[in-house]
């Protein structure tokens, strides 16, 4: 029994020290600067295959004909928790623009707080992206009026862009991401438990091991005396 008090004793020390690695870990993260920038939606004013020269539809555009049009709605978003300042913005940011023949048209849409601006800019088939104050929080959205390219499906690629205490600016798609996908700190609470129920299970398998070992020598000493 003391044994088994001992081992159980080793397993509750390594799960402290796992518990406290995470936690600092876990408040590290929260102190770094983030800021995203997502494709929220896409809207297609025809589908594939509606547009094409010898029939169907076709689509007019300051008195010209364009294969298609399209909106793209894309959130600009600090999802950290420290704020960002316009200062901390080396140069604006460019979102560099898939599947684009050219660029109709860019307005911020949206923002939180209201008086957020970022005079958003096109320039060829990229947007550009002034710097200014964003709390922890605070995001914009940008609508931008695109013509694809023949069979194109117009997206967001890439960024570009310098920001201070931003290690890596993150682009994708929310309309690909699946919405069940797990949140960070909830993975990472998953990770622990494994890790934790792993070195029980070790723990255990060991504390057994060396019970039949102490039995085979009680087993072999009685032998011996016999």
Same mark, same amino acid.
């Given at each position: /029994?003391?044994?088994?008090?001992?081992? %159980?004793?080793?397993?509750?020390?390594?799960?402290?020290?796992?518990?406290?690695?995470?936690?600092?870990?876990?408040?590290?993260?929260?102190?770094?600067?983030?800021?995203?920038? $997502? %494709?929220?939606?896409?809207?297609? %004013?025809? !589908?594939?295959?509606?547009?094409?020269? &010898? !029939?169907?539809?076709?689509?007019?555009?300051?008195?010209?004909? $364009?294969?298609?049009?399209?909106?793209? =709605?894309?959130?600009?978003?600090?999802? !950290?928790?420290?704020? $960002?300042?316009?200062?901390?913005?080396? #140069?604006?940011?460019?979102?560099?623009?898939? +599947?684009?023949?050219?660029?109709? !048209?860019?307005?911020?849409?949206?923002?939180?707080?209201?008086?957020?601006?970022?005079?958003?800019?096109?320039?060829?088939? #990229? *947007?550009? $992206? =002034?710097?200014?104050?964003?709390?922890?929080?605070?995001?914009? &959205?940008?609508?931008?009026?695109?013509?694809?390219?023949?069979?194109?499906?117009?997206?967001?690629?890439?960024?570009?862009?310098?920001?201070?205490?931003?290690?890596?600016?993150?682009?994708? #798609?929310? *309309?690909?991401? +699946?919405?069940?996908?797990?949140?960070?700190?909830?993975?990472? %609470?998953?990770?622990?438990? &494994?890790?934790?129920?792993?070195?029980?299970?070790?723990?255990? /398998?060991?504390?057994?091991?060396?019970?039949?070992?102490?039995? &085979?020598? *009680? *087993?072999?000493?009685?032998?011996? +005396?016999?």
């Amino acid at each position: /029994m003391i044994r088994f008090w001992n081992a %159980l004793g080793a397993v509750a020390g390594v799960v402290a020290v796992v518990i406290a690695i995470f936690v600092f870990f876990n408040g590290q993260d929260k102190e770094r600067k983030s800021l995203s920038i $997502i %494709l929220q939606n896409r809207t297609t %004013l025809l !589908g594939s295959g509606m547009s094409n020269p &010898q !029939g169907g539809l076709r689509v007019m555009y300051d008195n010209r004909p $364009i294969p298609n049009y399209a909106i793209l =709605q894309i959130r600009i978003a600090n999802d !950290g928790s420290q704020p $960002i300042r316009g200062v901390d913005f080396e #140069e604006p940011l460019t979102v560099e623009l898939k +599947d684009v023949a050219e660029i109709l !048209g860019v307005e911020q849409s949206a923002a939180n707080p209201p008086d957020l601006r970022l005079d958003p800019m096109p320039l060829g088939s #990229e *947007i550009l $992206i =002034q710097g200014a104050l964003m709390n922890p929080g605070d995001w914009s &959205q940008v609508n931008v009026a695109v013509v694809p390219t023949v069979n194109g499906v117009p997206g967001v690629s890439g960024v570009k862009g310098r920001v201070a205490g931003v290690n890596r600016l993150d682009c994708s #798609e929310a *309309i690909k991401i +699946d919405s069940r996908k797990l949140d960070p700190l909830t993975s990472r %609470l998953l990770m622990l438990l &494994q890790v934790v129920m792993m070195l029980t299970v070790a723990a255990l /398998m060991f504390w057994r091991y060396r019970m039949q070992r102490g039995f &085979q020598r *009680i *087993i072999e000493v009685e032998r011996s +005396d016999v």
